[in-house]
Every structure is written in C-alpha cells, then in structure tokens.
C-alpha cells in the first residue's frame, strides 16, 4: 500500500525547505501520495472539514518549523498560531488527534517550540520526535528522515533503501576499506614474524625483510578479504518509534 505524506508549512516561513523537501520525497512515495497546498477547497465548502478530510487520507505528516513559524503574526498583529481558524493549526491538530506519525522538521536553524509557546490543540507536538534539515546537508537529512519515516510506519523495505542510500554518501565507504587493510595488515605482520623468525634473527637486515613481507601480505589479504557490501551483511531491524505516546 502506498504512503500518503501531508507536508504542511507556511509560506512566509519555509517554503524553500518545504518545496525542495517535497521534490525528495516525490521521489520516494510518487507526486500524487503527496499532500502539500491546499489551495483548491471547493466553494462554499467548509474549509475546517476539507483540510480535515486531506489530514484524514495521510498516514503521515511533515510539520515544517522555520525561525519564524512560532511568531509570525497576520495583518491584524495576532500571532498566527494563536487564530484557530490558521491554516497550519487546522492541519496539525487534525494530525495529531489521528495520532498518526508527525514528524516537526526543523530547518533555517529554527528550534523546538515549548509547550507553554503553543496552543492547547497543538501542545503534543512537542512530544514528537523532531528531525533537522540542514541545506548544506540536505541529501543526507532527506535520507535519514525517509528512514525514519518507514520506521514510523512499520515500512522495512523503507528503511532499508534508505539505509543503503545513506551509505552512497562515503560515510560508510571508508571504514570497510580502513578495516579491511587493518585485518590484512595484521595478518601480514604475524605471518612476517613467523617467517622472519624462521629465516634469520630480528637484525637491521631482518627488520627491513619484515616490513616488506608485511606490506606485500596485507596487500594480498586486501585482495582476498570481502568488503561488508560484499558479504551482504543485513540491516538491523530494530525499529524506534518517530513519536511519542
């Protein structure tokens, strides 16, 4: 079954991060399980009940935080978030009274919010494990975000894909390679020694015959000792919830 995800954040805030987020994520789980403007309630419709119903078809959301998401005020000096018709408000509390994973992304560097900074119908979302998007970072961020999705959603496929996207970024490329060397290095020294010791005694001679013995076996341990990638060693399947209770 295909994951719907509501992307919701506002506009003057962190539309950048929430539309290059978006353009990820479509990648992942396909434009149309994607719910991000809702810029097309019917007329005459009950604005409070249709984005209630879009909330209602996600089986999870994305609340986008900005350095201005908890101030941000409309034209009348009232804190946004403070209007319980706000758009944004709307969406999360839909969200959170499903208790379906929501995930706060916080990104421009902006900060948890406190619950005494919130309305009463959004206060849980301080309970929610929160994830930081960072520009200079974003890929990785966007990987290990999805992962954390699937494990939200029970989705091991997810985070297994994720997880071996994850690795594509160098981080987990160098130590198989540095222990490989180390493991045939170690075996080279041993089996110099031995040899050494068998051909003459530890002399200055005998010191620079060990040192090429030992470079030329871990050179051929190197060869014959398999990377992590190639002895397919699994993922762990330990899943840790992305929210609170």
């Known amino acids: 079954?295909?994951?719907?995800?509501?992307?919701?954040?506002?506009?003057?805030?962190?539309?950048?991060?929430?539309?290059?987020?978006?353009?990820?994520?479509?990648?992942t789980f396909g434009r149309g399980n994607l719910f991000m403007d809702v810029d097309?309630?019917?007329?005459?419709?009950?604005?409070?009940?249709?984005?209630n119903s879009q909330v209602a078809a996600c089986d999870a959301m994305l609340a986008v935080i900005g350095p201005n998401w908890l101030t941000a005020?409309?034209?009348?000096?009232q804190r946004r978030l403070d209007n319980p018709e706000d758009f944004v408000v709307i969406e999360i509390a839909a969200a959170?009274?499903?208790?379906?994973?929501?995930?706060?992304?916080?990104?421009?560097?902006?900060?948890?919010?406190?619950?005494?900074?919130?309305?009463?119908?959004l206060r849980p979302l301080v309970r929610r494990q929160a994830v930081e998007m960072r520009h200079a970072h974003f890929g990785k961020?966007?990987?290990?975000?999805?992962?954390?999705?699937?494990?939200?959603l029970g989705d091991e496929t997810l985070v297994l894909d994720q997880r071996e996207a994850l690795g594509d970024d160098g981080r987990r490329h160098v130590w198989p390679a540095l222990k490989k060397h180390l493991i045939s290095t170690a075996i080279g020294l041993v089996i110099g020694l031995l040899v050494l010791a068998w051909v003459q005694p530890l002399t200055s001679g005998g010191i620079s015959l060990l040192l090429l013995l030992v470079v030329a076996?871990?050179?051929?341990?190197a060869l014959l000792i398999p990377t992590d990638k190639a002895m397919k060693v699994p993922a762990t399947k330990k899943k840790t919830p992305i929210h609170g209770a």
């Open 40 to 51: 097309n309630i019917p007329a005459g419709g009950d604005f409070e009940d249709y984005l």
């Open 141 to 152: 961020d966007a990987e290990a975000l999805i992962a954390r999705m699937g494990e939200a």
């Open 217 to 221: 076996f871990a050179n051929a341990g």
């Open 96 to 121: 959170l009274a499903r208790n379906i994973p929501v995930v706060p992304v916080l990104v421009d560097g902006a900060r948890m919010p406190k619950a005494g900074e919130l309305p009463d119908s």
């Open 1 to 27: 079954m295909a994951v719907k995800v509501f992307i919701n954040y506002r506009r003057d805030d962190s539309i950048g991060m929430a539309g290059r987020l978006h353009d990820r994520l479509a990648q």
């Open 73 to 77: 005020k409309d034209e009348n000096g």
